[in-house]
């Protein structure tokens, strides 16, 4: 059964530095979505992207933040200056369609450790 | 934007009884409601999901119903065993894709 992949598994940066998180949606999907989660906490969203742009972004998602899909397969994010507040789980979701047939499958995340 | 509440946090049912997770949603809009089980560091994984045309949905031990009018959606998991034990999220979202999560709900399920 075809999966969303995110690479890496754990990334651990310096407060200030860029970081770039991957993901691999699954291929016949068009919409993605990127989603964190602080220890503990509940799952909130980032963003959405469809058609090689952002369709929604939540309150969280400021300027430090950007998503890109540089080829057919991979879908980023980047985050600028990181913060010690970013450290989270960050989960990579994509859909084959949107609105209420959105059913989101999410890929394993990425562990964000900012020191 | 669309607000989820989710209730109880945590809940602890003996091994074979029912278990209710509750949840509202402030966004009139919203169309798609589904259930995630996230166990610890794992991914959230859909295990249900029900749609506003629809008012209940049953999956083996698991159901969902909504309530349009009052804006609030339950999960039922009956016959529970061990290994649902887990962290539930339910979580709501409309045509626009930003799907807002609840809290989350800690069931302990003991044999």
């Known amino acids: 059964e075809p999966e969303v992949t995110q690479t890496p598994s754990h990334q651990v940066t310096q407060m200030g530095q860029e970081v770039i998180l991957r993901c691999v949606p699954i291929s016949n999907h068009l919409y993605f979505y990127w989603y964190r989660q602080i220890l503990g906490q509940k799952v909130e969203f980032l963003v959405s992207?469809?058609?090689?742009?952002?369709?929604?972004k939540s309150e969280i998602f400021d300027d430090q933040f950007s998503v890109e899909r540089p080829d057919g397969s991979n879908f980023t994010l980047k985050i600028r200056s990181t913060k010690l507040e970013d450290s989270a789980m960050y989960f990579c979701?994509?859909?084959?369609?949107?609105?209420?047939?959105?059913?989101?499958?999410f890929g394993p995340g990425t562990r964000l450790t900012v020191l | 934007g669309e607000n989820v509440e989710q209730h109880p946090s945590t809940l602890s049912v003996q091994e074979g009884d029912s278990a209710v997770i509750k949840c509202t949603y402030s966004?009139?809009?919203?169309?798609?409601f589904p259930w995630y089980k996230q166990e610890l560091g794992k991914r959230p994984q859909l295990i249900i999901d029900?749609?506003?045309?629809?008012g209940e949905k049953k999956d083996q031990r698991i159901a969902v119903t909504l309530n349009k009018t009052a804006k609030h959606f339950s999960l039922h998991i009956t016959e529970t065993q061990p290994e649902d034990s887990a962290v539930y999220f339910c979580?709501?979202?409309?045509?626009?894709?930003?799907?807002?999560f609840g809290a989350g709900t800690r069931l302990t399920v003991k044999p």
């Open positions: 979580a709501a979202s409309d045509n626009n894709n930003d799907m807002r």
């Open positions: 029900i749609r506003s045309n629809v």
């Open positions: 966004d009139s809009a919203s169309n798609y």
């Open positions: 979701a994509s859909s084959s369609t949107s609105g209420s047939l959105n059913e989101q499958f």
């Open positions: 992207f469809y058609n090689n742009e952002i369709s929604e």
